[in-house]
């Protein structure tokens, strides 16, 4: 019956107005000595799993939509950024050409000024014949002069009518941003919300679909199965997890890392397993053992370079936790937000340590030095490295071959892939 079981250690509880209504090893016992009561129980289970299949489902269907929304939302967010951006730069333009206009129109008319402007008329009529000829030069020179200001006036006033309406176009678009942004906003918390019930949906079927499917085996089968023999199960298959991870971790930090995401989340399910691997609040692990079943958690990978610096971590210490891998996932938005490269593209791109072999992790301890100096030349050239300034502070900062570092927080050590 073991071959059927798959390791439930380290999942996460299911609400407690859900797990009052799952059947107790010994209901099922019971319902075993009776057919009527052994059908109703099968009965029950079946539609048990059946419901969490369905919950699952839902929840999954409506974190994928409020996630469509969210990037709809983001992306007009964006486009009236820039067009807001846009506008303002010609706005811009256009009151410097505004302004230029009314300066060589002001200039223009200054020059006339000087040159008698509508005064030469009289003075042609008084003066001497001999005089006549250059006053009449004069004269349709300022004809000319005339018509330059008016050309001139009429621009200056035509840029100042372009430039008022790019500027209303600009304060506009402006306006529109505060209102996509808000939208954004919204979208955004929504689709975080979802994934969060989604997760809590997925991890209640996690935690209870595996015994209720043995349960199920045990009423339905010639042999009876106690919760002893369940549990025992469940023992055997983590100790042949963690027996894998040891075999694995034997080699040290120079064994061979495979290059399968599930070979890699199977490994280091086996160290958890083990209690050498473990999570904080939001507890990331159930994003590994999601990987190591084969099942595809929408918001819920994790590359794979991250799954072999992880795996990397744990052939160099004892023991290794972890309080970061994809937010997207858990719903996260903080640090920086859905820039961050635990969010962005997916997310699962990064990884924070904040232990490494029993002690806490900053950056700039001994243990996370010497992982450092493990990974650079392993990682691709342009893998990010955190806190930067805290080895800067500690007067420890090592010559980096791949990495590229980076200011963060002095509370863990942050791994992130090329993006």
Known sequence: MIAVLVAASGVVTAPTAMADSYPSWGDVQAARSNEAAKQAQVNAITALI??????????????????????????????????????????????????????????????FA???????????????????????????????????????????????NNAKAASDQAVAAKDALATLAAAAKTALAKAAQAQKDMIASLSAQTAHQNELQAQLASLTSATAMTEQQYQAGVAARAAA??????????????????SDARALAQELMGY???GQLSGSSPDHIMEIRWIAEGRSVPNCGIDTQVLQVMVIALHTFASVGVSDINRRCTGQIEGAGIYSQHYAGGGGHAV?????????????????????????????????????????????????????DFYDTCNHLHINDPM
Do not use: W
């Not at 486009?79 to 002001?106: C, M, N, R, W």
């Not at 009449?136 to 006036?153: A, C, F, H, M, Q």
């Not at 997890?241 to 495979?258: D, F, I, L, N, T």
């Open 50 to 111: 059946s419901n969490l299949k369905t919950q699952v489902k839902a929840a999954e269907d409506a974190a994928v939509a409020r996630e469509r929304e969210n990037e709809a939302a983001q992306l007009a967010l964006t486009a009236g950024q820039d067009k807001a951006d846009a506008l303002t730069a010609v706005a811009a333009k256009l009151k410097i050409k505004s302004e230029t206009s009314h300066q060589q129109a002001a200039t223009v008319l200054a020059k």
């Open 241 to 258: 997890e963690a027996a894998a991870a040891a075999a694995a971790r034997a080699a040290g930090s120079s064994a061979p890392v495979s």
């Open 114 to 160: 000087r040159t008698g402007g509508p005064n030469l008329t009289g003075t042609l009529l008084i003066s001497k014949s001999s005089d006549r000829a250059g006053l009449l030069y004069r004269l349709s020179s300022l004809g000319k002069l005339t018509s330059t200001i008016n050309r001139l006036y009429s621009q200056a006033a035509q840029d100042s």
């Open 272 to 274: 958890v397993a083990a």
């Open 352 to 404: 924070d340590f904040y232990s490494l072999g029993g002690s806490q992790a900053t950056g700039a301890d001994g243990n996370s030095l010497a992982l450092i100096r493990v990974l650079d030349p392993r990682m691709p050239y342009g893998s990010g490295l955190g806190q930067s300034n805290c080895r800067t502070a500690a007067g420890n900062e090592p010559a980096l071959r791949n990495f590229q």
